[in-house]
């Protein structure tokens, strides 16, 4: 069974990067079952998704933040990340790591989540 | 870019009432790509229903979704307490596939 878990900064400053790690246990970050990705949800509000990464380093990302957005993966510490470059405080939010099965459409694994919060 | 509306937007109802939820998209969209999620406070969205209809492993079979092209429900049969959550749809479209979520839908207690 996947287990998720999301670390990093609760805190980051306007027009800075927040980066964020995606802990993978419970099965391979190399494998080429899973899509590995996040999700963001603004408090109060409802869910974004943001993108994802295949084990072949191939990524997808929502095109409305695609061109401040990288996904990585770091196979050595079985950990996915995230960088969101020129943050504001819209992108205040509560930031899930999630997973798929290659061939599934639905996000079937996910991180507890964690609160980034935009502000100097 | 394909929209999702979700109706209503809070739905109050009674321990052991029905409750009925609505998705419709604004083109159509693949059943297959149509998955139903419900998150408590504090929590992360968990799968109910994937493929519109068929429900996740572990899921009570209270919970059960229908609907094909721009229009999909999710139905629990007999509301029981901790069914009182958010519900949100999400559509998917391309391949790779991009995701969309709907706004979701309040369950709350009356």
């Known amino acids: 069974q996947l287990q998720l878990q999301e670390s990093g900064p609760g805190l980051v400053k306007p027009s800075e990067t927040l980066s964020l790690t995606c802990t993978v246990s419970?099965?391979?970050?190399?494998?080429?079952?899973?899509?590995w990705g996040w999700v963001r949800q603004p408090p109060g509000k409802g869910l974004e998704w943001i993108g994802s990464i295949y084990y072949d380093g191939s990524t997808y990302y929502n095109p409305s933040l695609k061109s401040r957005v990288n996904i990585s993966v770091d196979t050595s510490k079985n950990q996915f990340s995230l960088k969101l470059n020129s943050v504001t405080a819209a992108d205040t939010a509560v930031y899930f790591c999630?997973?798929?099965?290659?061939?599934?459409?639905?996000?079937?694994?996910w991180g507890q989540g964690t609160l980034v919060i935009v502000s100097s | 870019e394909i929209v999702l509306t979700q109706s209503p937007g809070t739905l109050s109802l009674s321990p052991g009432e029905r409750a009925t939820l609505s998705c419709r998209a604004s083109?159509?969209?693949?059943?297959?790509?149509l998955a139903w999620y419900q998150q408590k406070p504090g929590q992360a969205p968990r799968l109910l229903i994937f493929?519109?209809?068929s429900r996740a492993s572990g899921i009570p079979d209270r919970f059960s979704g229908s609907g094909s092209g721009t229009d999909f429900t999710l139905t629990i049969s007999r509301l029981e307490p901790e069914d009182f959550a958010m519900y949100y749809c999400q559509q998917c479209v391309g391949s790779p596939p991009i995701f969309t979520f709907g706004p979701g839908t309040k369950v709350d207690i009356k």
């Open positions: 999630a997973s798929r099965t290659w061939i599934q459409l639905w996000l079937d694994y």
């Open positions: 083109q159509s969209v693949s059943s297959s790509c």
């Open positions: 493929g519109a209809s």
């Open positions: 419970g099965g391979s970050i190399t494998s080429n079952t899973y899509y």
